[in-house]
C-alpha cells in the first residue's frame, strides 16, 4: 500500500460496467502534511536515519545511501526517472518512491500511472496514484508498491502502458516500474467519486469506459450528494482541453450516439429528471478513433471540461479523448439510474453506456 494511494488499481474488463469502480477513492488528503520551512508537502512519515537505515520501502536513507544509490537507480539518468512533475526518488524491493511537484499557479490534483515490468520489459500491471490538492511550489512524496494486482488492460488503457514508450523508470523488486503518464486537473475542478460532496451538492465523475474496433464509449455519472433534490433535464455542457489546459476547438460536440455509432444506448431524448439525496443520473460519450490520411489533424485531449447544466460549476474529468481525425464526440442526454443493474446491447463489437433505467 502506499502513503499517498487514493486510487487502487481497477478491473479494466473489455465490458466494463458502470458500477464497477475503484476501490480506495480519495481518501488520504488529512495524510498529507505541510512543511512549510522546506517548502514540501510530504505524504510519507519521516524517514529514519543514522548506518543502515532504510525507508518503507527499504531504500537506504542513512550513510550508506550515496554508497546505494546507483543500484536503487540503474536505469537511465536524472533525465530518464522524471516526467511532468513526477520524479522517482528511490527504489526498493518493496515499492518505488516518488515525488509529485506543482510547477503551476494554483493547486491541481495529479493522476499519475505507473507501468510495473517484468525484468524482461514485459508489462506485469498498471496502476495509479491520484495526489489531490497540491498547492503551487509544493512538493508531496508518495509511495507505489512493487506487487500491484495486473489488471485486465482494454485497447484505449494500452496507449503508453507499452515498455517501449517514453517514461521515467527505476527497478524495483526482480523488475521496474515506469512513470507513463500523468495528468493534472485544477483542484477546484477535480473529481471524485466519493468523498466530501461539494459545495454545489452534487457530485460528477466519469468511468472508466469501454473501447472496441476504435470505437469509444464512456459514462459520465452525476450524484445528489446534498440534502435537497437536482432537477436535469438535457444534455451535459462539454469542453474539450488538451494536455496543456488548453480549449480544443475544433471538435464537434454532437447529441445522441447515433451520429457516431448504433446501439451504443444513448438515444433517448431529453426528459426533465428530479434527483432526490443519494440519486444518481448518468450520459454517456461515444466517440471514435478513426485515422484517415491527407485529412486533418487527429485530435487528443485527456480532459474535458463537464457542467452538469448551464451555469453550474465546471467539473474536469480525464477521459483520454483519442478522436482521430473525426473530430466529433457525441454525448447522450441525462437519464436516471435506477436499479445498478446492467443491460447488454447484444450487438457484438459494439461497448454500450452502462448506466441502468428506473
Not at 508489462?123 to 512524496?141: F, Q
Not at 452538469?308 to 447522450?332: C, K, Q, S, W, Y
Amino acid at each position: 500500500m502506499s502513503a499517498v494511494t487514493v486510487l487502487d488499481a481497477r478491473s479494466w474488463s473489455a465490458r466494463w460496467v458502470h458500477r464497477s469502480r475503484i476501490t480506495s477513492p480519495v481518501l488520504l488528503a488529512a495524510a498529507v502534511l505541510l512543511l512549510a520551512a522546506c517548502g514540501s508537502q510530504a505524504a510519507t512519515g519521516p524517514r529514519a536515519s543514522g548506518p543502515g537505515a532504510t525507508s518503507a520501502c527499504g531504500v537506504p536513507t542513512g550513510s550508506s545511501a550515496s554508497a546505494s544509490s546507483s543500484a536503487s537507480a540503474s536505469v537511465g539518468g536524472p533525465a530518464e526517472r522524471e516526467l511532468d512533475g513526477v520524479r522517482i526518488t528511490g527504489s526498493g524491493p518493496l515499492c518505488t518512491e516518488f515525488e509529485v511537484t506543482n510547477r503551476g499557479s494554483e493547486p491541481f490534483t495529479y493522476t499519475v500511472t505507473f507501468t510495473h515490468l517484468s525484468p524482461s520489459g514485459q508489462v506485469m500491471s498498471v496502476s495509479r496514484r491520484t495526489v489531490p490538492d497540491v498547492a503551487p511550489g509544493r512538493t508531496v512524496a508518495g509511495t507505489v508498491a512493487a506487487d500491484e494486482p495486473s489488471p485486465l488492460l482494454t485497447e484505449q488503457h494500452m496507449v503508453g502502458a507499452v515498455p517501449t514508450g517514453t517514461g521515467a523508470s527505476a527497478s524495483v523488486g526482480a523488475g521496474r516500474v515506469r512513470i507513463t503518464k500523468v495528468r493534472s486537473v485544477p483542484s477546484k475542478e477535480a473529481s471524485a467519486e466519493t468523498g466530501a460532496c461539494p459545495s454545489s451538492g452534487t457530485r460528477v465523475y466519469a468511468d472508466e469506459g469501454d473501447a472496441a474496433m476504435g470505437l469509444r464509449a464512456l459514462g459520465l455519472h452525476l450524484e445528489n450528494c446534498g440534502s435537497g433534490t437536482v432537477e436535469l433535464n438535457g444534455y451535459p455542457e462539454l469542453q474539450v482541453i488538451d494536455e496543456e489546459h488548453r480549449p480544443v476547438g475544433n471538435v464537434r460536440l454532437l447529441h445522441g450516439g447515433s451520429a457516431i455509432s448504433t446501439g451504443t444506448g444513448t438515444d433517448e431524448p431529453p426528459r426533465p429528471i428530479t434527483l432526490g439525496p443519494g440519486e444518481r443520473a448518468y450520459a454517456g460519450l461515444v466517440w471514435r478513433n478513426t485515422v484517415e490520411a491527407g485529412t486533418a489533424d487527429t485530435v487528443n485531449a485527456p480532459y474535458l471540461r463537464v457542467r452538469a447544466t448551464a451555469g453550474a460549476d465546471p467539473v474536469m474529468v480525464i477521459p483520454e479523448l483519442d478522436l482521430g481525425t473525426t473530430g466529433r464526440l457525441a454525448v447522450g442526454a441525462w437519464t436516471k439510474d435506477g436499479t445498478r443493474g446492467t443491460a447488454a446491447t447484444g450487438i457484438p463489437g459494439v461497448p454500450t453506456i452502462r448506466g441502468t433505467r428506473p
